[in-house]
């Protein structure tokens, strides 16, 4: 273990001192060119790692970071002039390294105003996005704007005071429009499909409510792009920041953990500029969808199943709940029975070998991603994942066993009580409304699979599937142990 002598606090000062892989290039000569609303370990993952590797030869691209909803990330990063540590686990150990593409970060809650005026600088070529499913104000199954959202009654109130993703990107880009000058790309690098299309349909949406003028001019002159990013990144710990001092001497208020593996995708459309991302290990295409599909439903349908089940079976990490021969099991057939042959895929890519990938992943000890973290907004995340395939395989007529025990698994989650209440903790923005109802629906099953499967904003159309309910029931009984 290093001596106290030796505990570095991360900065520009200390930089020099760092003896971990660091920037080649001179943060002096770096100046913003992109503007990132939600700026959490996913993006300080990916996206910033890649500018982090262009930005000796483009030194024009850095990044201001926002966070919508908290000061934490600012308030962590801002003593570190934005550097922080990127700790990279695989099979043969551990990697560092500091990364200095993020220049500041803003935290938007409290600042909306120098958010937007960053947003204006004609410097800024791109706005990209990390704010989650939710983020979007959306409904999951239409992917039409929430007009009835509280952010989005909120920004059609108060327009100039922006609070939603949607809100911040309509001012700032009127903001440009009434400046007379160009745009900016809005890079979406979420996990839901057809991103870039989704976001742009939001933001006509609500510039529509408020100006029909300002809405033909972003449809006219703003590129969307659609993007597939892969990497699985699980929330930093204590552990990590206390590990990463023992190991290098960097005392980090916010360090990112990651998987050696890393993939990213892009649809390559700017309407003012970018980056040599092509260069930089990012693929650059004319159509993301069959990529983003493959992710969102192999990847991320996997996840949720496993966040699900595993958490049941009383595991907390999915490397530990790929030690369960069985989970292990379903989740290969899961995916090489249900997930895959929903998927239309250019012909050099090896979904077998993808799929064997994804599960060498999955059993990476290193990362310590907790089950938990990936359940989270369920009701979001699963009529992408799972529901969108179900409706594909119900409406060719084939079975569904496996993703119908994805859905039950989920309802046990939700519905799953102990001694002292609900069994695990409920993050979800439909949390209250679906925990109200299987309390109302009382014990049996069948009616606590009914109350979840009744969702219209969830199910859509499948709120009224008797098949999709009689294979959920059947697999809610198998899971719980009901007669």
């Known amino acids: 273990m290093l001596s106290l002598r030796l505990k570095m606090k991360l900065n520009n000062k200390t930089l020099s001192q760092i003896t971990v892989k660091k920037p080649d290039y001179d943060r002096g000569e770096v100046s913003p060119g992109i503007v990132h609303l939600g700026i959490g370990g996913f993006h300080r993952a990916h996206l910033a790692v890649t500018v982090d590797n262009l930005l000796a030869k483009e030194p024009d691209w850095g990044i201001i970071g926002a966070s919508l909803r908290s000061c934490a990330t600012a308030d962590a990063l801002n003593p570190q002039h934005g550097l922080y540590t990127l700790i990279e686990k695989s099979e043969a150990g551990v990697a560092y390294r500091v990364i200095a593409s993020v220049l500041e970060v803003i935290a938007a809650c409290d600042n909306g105003e120098q958010l937007l005026a960053k947003m204006i600088d004609p410097a800024i070529r791109i706005v990209s996005l990390t704010v989650t499913e939710k983020g979007y104000c959306h409904d999951p199954d239409t992917a039409e704007l929430n007009l009835e959202h509280p952010d989005i009654l909120a920004d059609l109130a108060s327009p100039e005071s922006p609070r939603s993703a949607p809100g911040f990107l309509v001012e700032a880009l009127r903001r440009r429009r009434d400046n007379g000058d160009k745009p900016f790309t809005v890079l979406s690098c979420d996990n839901l499909p057809s991103n870039g299309r989704v976001c742009r349909q939001v933001v006509l949406a609500l510039a529509g409510q408020l100006d029909t003028g300002l809405a033909d001019w972003i449809e006219a002159r703003v590129s969307f792009p659609c993007t597939m990013v892969d990497r699985i990144v699980p929330a930093t710990t204590d552990v990590d920041r206390r590990l990463l001092t023992e190991q290098t001497g960097i005392s980090d208020h916010w360090p990112v953990v990651t998987e050696a593996f890393s993939q990213c995708v892009v649809e390559d459309d700017f309407c003012v500029g970018r980056p040599a991302f092509e260069c930089h290990n990012i693929q650059m ?32 990490t999915v490397a ?32 077998k070998e993808y799929q064997s990938q994804l599960l060498k992943r999955f059993r990476n000890p290193g990362l310590q991603h907790q089950l938990l973290q990936i359940a989270t907004d369920g009701s979001q995340k699963l009529p992408q994942r799972i529901l969108s395939p179900i409706r594909e395989r119900l409406s060719q007529g084939l079975p569904i066993p496996r993703l119908a025990r994805c859905i039950a698994g989920w309802i046990a989650f939700i519905s799953c009580r102990d001694g002292t209440g609900f ?43 008797e098949e999709l309910f009689e294979a959920v029931i059947r697999q809610f009984h198998d899971i719980s142990g009901a007669k």
């Open 320 to 351: 530990q709940a790929m030690q369960d021969n069985q989970l292990v099991q379903f989740i290969e057939s899961l995916m090489g029975q249900e997930l895959a042959p929903t998927l239309n895929m250019p012909t050099d890519i090896d979904l």
């Open 423 to 465: 069994r695990f903790p409920l993050r979800d923005p439909l949390g209250d409304e679906m925990r109200q109802q299987v309390m109302a629906a009382g014990a049996a099953p069948v009616n606590q699979v009914k109350s979840i499967l009744s969702l219209q904003s969830v199910f859509g159309d499948l709120a009224a599937s």
């Open 285 to 316: 295409v004319s159509d993301v969808a069959a990529f983003e599909t493959m992710k969102l439903r192999l990847l991320n349908g996997s996840h949720s199943a496993l966040a699900y089940l595993g958490s049941l079976a009383g595991y907390e």
